[in-house]
């Protein structure tokens, strides 16, 4: 399949099927990490979730690009994502008892598909839009 | 047909140039070596041979490939470059890149952030403020790396390795040619400008390695893309939200870079404000600007000063600095101490952009783009010159400001690049001949393109450049520190088997070690591990290995101990580290084996070469038992008593014996290492050290008797504990004392004549052979210095050197050259400032293997 196609099909999905396909692939980065303890299958499932969250997150801020950069840009914007919701655990663990666990790491990276969910839903682009004119 | 072609031409570059780079991340794969770096002579013509080709292809109207295509041949040759860097170091340089990696490790293996695991608060996180400041350092770099590391299920080490190199690969080129395409330029230009954001020879090495610094620099060179969108595009919200985003991140993965970031930001805003300002008041709009500018200068300085309100940091501003440059330094600052290679490697790129600053300026429509590219450009050169002229303490290195540079001025070299090569015009063919009309159809030569050539030239200059930058930076972070340049295998190979150990016994240990050593049992197990704790710099473990390799004694390891409590500690010595610490002509066998005899078989050797390391472990637990036996005449009675002993460490064991009931002792036949200390409580008794123990007391009281010895070195062949004959006053000054008690000898200056005055004193020795250790137990009055001097004739053997003694007694080991007969000992005390001087010398031994 085209990445072009895959895209469309993904970036098209209004009722949140491949953002519950995301959710559940950290589920079973979860499961991975206490059962399979399997870097393919961590690798298999990262993929997913960085594909479906690169190309919905793409299709927000990057609509004016060509489908490879909208998907490298939307991956550029999720990994940003991930690291500053990583270091804000950090930091919030210098007041409060918090582990950067595989538990924490799963909370960030479904909190991330929640937001990128959140920014669609609501046309997140256009609200900010609307109150910065 | 002409399809066909044309797939297949493009299908034929693709495989010519993949090949070449597999090519060459063979040769830098199959000549890696464990023991020393080593840059196989092949790898960077090859290199440069493909540099050359990806910009001949970027050039080059005739190859058959689309922007896409040699955009991704560009991305290629990104994770080449990347590639062969990070198999020239593997597994990664020494110093801060294995620190962070170690500090990945424990969030990764504890989910603690280091600092938390720290046994002693430092100072600065005691606060709220300083402890959320000390935090946020690194996070976004730590946070990555250990959810990467948690979602693929790859070890930590695999993705500090490679994130750095795969996110600078992947997204640097792309935001490079995204860059320049947004300042209106065609897309020849905007590749030239992706492959030289990448690989520009200034900033090439911060690619090497995952450190804050480096992703601060990535996410400086995504802020500018994202600042530059938000100037021009009509989605002004969508990129105000990715500003943010990219400036929040950057203050959280280093300061000079959040720093820097904030300062383009409140530029590009600046410029916003500028334009609409513009429309009404032209006047008031410039300066507006001026000061902007100004004020965005001073960020830097003034965040750098600052920074002491949250942290304890050291930077300051005087006006002295400028005045100790010359003009030639004033006006050329950098360039004043760069070769002409340097020059060249560096100064190029900016000298091109500032050319294509003002051809762009002159064509392009897009002038508040332009304006903020070169706005940013003079700020960061204005950034570095005002830390350079008044910076006395900068609190980041200056070369890093520059270091921003590249990716604000690529994008204009490439437009330059581009124009010279347009400008040049194809010539015309020229006869040989022009006379003979015959010769000419005969001898009619067509000389290659002007265009052609120029072309040439240039991508074989700019290959040459991207090539030198990469091997000044293989011999700055690896050949010049070698063989300490990178993260050594075999230190991470003896870490692991102690870890091993760890998992088989789960018995806690401390590592006292080297500090290549340190980072990588640190990046194996995390820092402040409180199982398996390796001593960091603050923790004293330099001063420690140090320590224990000049002075070849365990005393120093026991402070190891006190962080996790730990009875066992583990010393790994590189072989290097004795050169580097005891000087080039210290005998690293003869070292490995004292410490084999003080700590035991090595537990590991791991390795060959410089980087080879050996393994020992200590034991510091408290030991008690049942000593030998001594001879006492309890009111001339002969008794024989055992003694107990006790101790931490072989090298300083106490054997005592408990006497009551009599009114004279005498104790006598004591093992010849032993060394008398003490009669408890005191009592009245003449002692010779050597031999006997004669003292009177109370039948009613309990008197013990102590010794020391050091049970390392139990086959003494000659010593001297009692200091009461033999000893001659050989010079220098007049005014000394040498007194002894049966035990101690006090040799001392009381008003030396000048700075640096001893007195010395000899003894004859009965012609000791095969001698292997001498031993001297000592202390000294606040700066005493002390040496020694074993003689064979008239020959000196063995010096100890001028050494200051330790203010509590302690025993100094010297190796004695092999096959000597030592005839004479000198000992001799000496002032150091010009001030009195006494060394109290306890015992000193001549022992055997």
């Known amino acids: 399949m085209e990445l072009g196609k895959l895209e469309e099909i993904i970036a098209r999905d209004d009722r949140g099927v491949f953002t519950i396909l995301a959710i559940v692939s950290t589920i079973g980065m979860l499961i991975n990490s206490i059962t399979f303890l399997s870097p393919i299958v961590g690798a298999v499932l990262t993929t997913i979730y960085f594909l479906v969250n690169s190309i919905l997150l793409g299709n927000v801020f990057f609509k004016e690009e060509n489908t490879n950069f909208r998907i490298l840009f939307g991956l550029l914007v999720l990994l940003m994502i991930i690291a500053l919701e990583g270091a804000s655990l950090i930091i919030i663990s210098a007041v409060f008892p918090i582990r950067f666990d595989a538990k924490a790491t799963v909370a960030i990276l479904n909190l991330a598909t929640i937001a990128i969910w959140f920014m669609r839903r609501v046309r997140f682009a256009k609200l900010l839009m609307l109150k910065t004119s | 047909m002409q399809d066909i072609d044309t797939l297949s031409s493009r299908i034929a570059t693709y495989i010519t140039f993949t090949a070449l780079s597999f090519t060459i991340i063979y040769i830098a794969a199959s000549s890696w070596s464990a023991e020393a770096l080593y840059l196989n002579p092949l790898l960077m013509p090859l290199y440069f041979l493909v540099t050359a080709f990806l910009f001949l292809i970027i050039m080059s109207n005739r190859i058959p490939l689309s922007t896409g295509d040699k955009l991704a041949l560009i991305l290629i040759h990104a994770f080449l470059t990347r590639i062969v860097s990070i198999i020239f170091f593997y597994p990664g340089t020494s110093g801060d890149n294995t620190y962070h990696l170690a500090h990945e490790r424990t969030l990764y293996t504890f989910g603690k952030y280091y600092q938390s695991l720290n046994p002693i608060t430092p100072p600065e996180i005691q606060s709220l403020i300083g402890k959320l400041f000390v935090f946020h350092r690194a996070s976004i770099q730590y946070g990555l790396v250990t959810s990467l590391s948690k979602m693929l299920y790859i070890d930590v080490f695999w993705i500090h390795l490679s994130l750095m190199a795969t996110l600078w690969s992947l997204f640097v080129p792309m935001i490079g040619f995204k860059t320049s395409k947004i300042l209106g330029t065609n897309d020849r230009v905007a590749l030239l400008a992706g492959a030289l954001t990448a690989n520009a020879p200034m900033i090439i090495g911060w690619s090497y390695g995952t450190v804050p610094n480096s992703l601060g620099f990535f996410f400086f060179v995504v802020s500018i893309y994202f600042l530059l969108k938000s100037l021009s595009s009509k989605n002004t919200s969508n990129y105000i939200f990715l500003i943010l985003l990219a400036t929040g991140i950057s203050l959280l993965t280093h300061a000079l870079t959040g720093i820097t970031v904030f300062i383009m930001v409140l530029l590009a805003f600046s410029m916003q404000k500028y334009y609409s300002l513009r429309r009404t008041h032209s006047t008031t709009a410039s300066s507006f600007l001026a000061l902007s500018f100004l004020t965005c200068v001073m960020l830097i300085p003034a965040a750098s000063v600052l920074m002491y309100l949250v942290y304890p940091t050291y930077s300051s501003y005087s006006l002295q600095k400028i005045f100790d440059y010359d003009i030639y330094h004033i006006i050329l600052a950098n360039y004043a101490d760069y070769t002409t290679a340097e020059t060249l490697t560096y100064g190029t790129t900016t000298i091109l952009a500032i050319i294509g600053m003002i051809i762009h300026s002159q064509r392009n429509d897009k002038k508040n783009l332009n304006l903020f590219m070169m706005l940013a450009f003079i700020l960061i050169i204005a950034e570095y010159r005002v830390n350079l002229y008044f910076c006395t303490k900068p609190l980041f290195g200056l070369h890093r400001i520059l270091t921003f540079e590249p990716f604000i001025t690529a994008p204009f070299a490439a437009i330059t690049i581009n124009y010279l090569i347009t400008a040049t015009k194809p010539a015309s063919s020229v006869s040989l001949n022009p006379k003979s009309s015959k010769r000419e159809t005969r001898f009619k030569l067509k000389f290659p393109r002007n265009q052609a050539i120029v072309t040439l030239l240039i991508c074989l200059g700019l290959s040459a450049l991207i090539v030198e930058g990469d091997i000044t930076n293989f011999g700055d972070l690896g050949f010049r520190r070698e063989p300490y340049g990178i993260n050594s295998v075999y230190s991470t190979e003896a870490a692991r088997l102690i870890h091993e150990e760890y998992l088989r016994t789960q018995e806690k240990y401390a590592v006292v070690t080297d500090p290549v050593s340190e980072g990588a049992g640190m990046a194996l197990v995390g820092r402040y591990n409180p199982d398996e704790f390796y001593l960091f710099k603050y923790e004293g473990n330099l001063e420690i290995f140090r320590s224990l390799l000049r002075d070849l004694s365990t005393e120093s390891l026991l402070n190891a101990t006190q962080y996790n409590g730990a009875t066992l500690v583990y010393v790994i010595v590189a072989k290097w580290s004795v050169a580097r610490y005891l000087g080039p002509s210290a005998d690293f066998q003869q070292v490995m084996d004292i410490l084999s005899r003080l700590l035991g078989p090595p537990f590991a050797i791991v390795g060959e070469g410089d980087r080879q390391v050996y393994v020992f472990r200590f034991r510091a ?105 033999g000893w001659r006053y050989t010079g220098r000054v007049s005014n000394y004392s040498f007194t002894t008690d049966g035990d101690i000898a006090t040799e001392s200056i009381d008003s030396p004549l000048i700075a640096q005055d001893w007195v010395n004193y000899e003894r004859q020795l009965p012609s000791l052979q095969n001698c292997r250790t001498l031993l001297v137990r000592l202390k000294g009055d606040a700066n005493s210095v002390f040496s020694m001097l074993a003689w064979q004739n008239k020959t000196i053997v063995l010096s100890s050197g001028h050494k200051t003694a330790t203010t509590k007694f302690k025993i100094y080991t010297f190796t004695l050259p092999n096959n000597t007969t030592l005839t004479k000992i000198w000992i001799s005390t000496i002032t150091p400032e010009g001030k009195p001087a006494t060394i109290y010398w306890d015992y000193i031994m001549f022992t055997q293997d």
């Open chain 2, 621 to 725: 637990e408290h030991t008690t038992g049942t000593g030998p036996s001594v001879i006492i005449y309890e009111d001339f009675q002969q008794v024989s008593l055992n003694t107990t002993y006790s101790f931490i460490n072989l090298g300083d064991v106490t054997y005592q014996l408990n006497v009551t009931g009599a009114t004279n002792y005498s104790i006598t036949g004591w093992p010849t290492h032993w060394s008398y200390e003490q009669i408890r409580p005191q009592a009245n008794a003449s002692i010779d050290s050597n031999a006997w123990i004669n003292f009177t007391g109370s039948p009613t009281v309990n008197y013990t008797i102590e010794w020391t010895a050091n049970e390392y070195y139990p086959n003494v062949v000659w010593k001297d504990d009692a200091f009461l004959q």
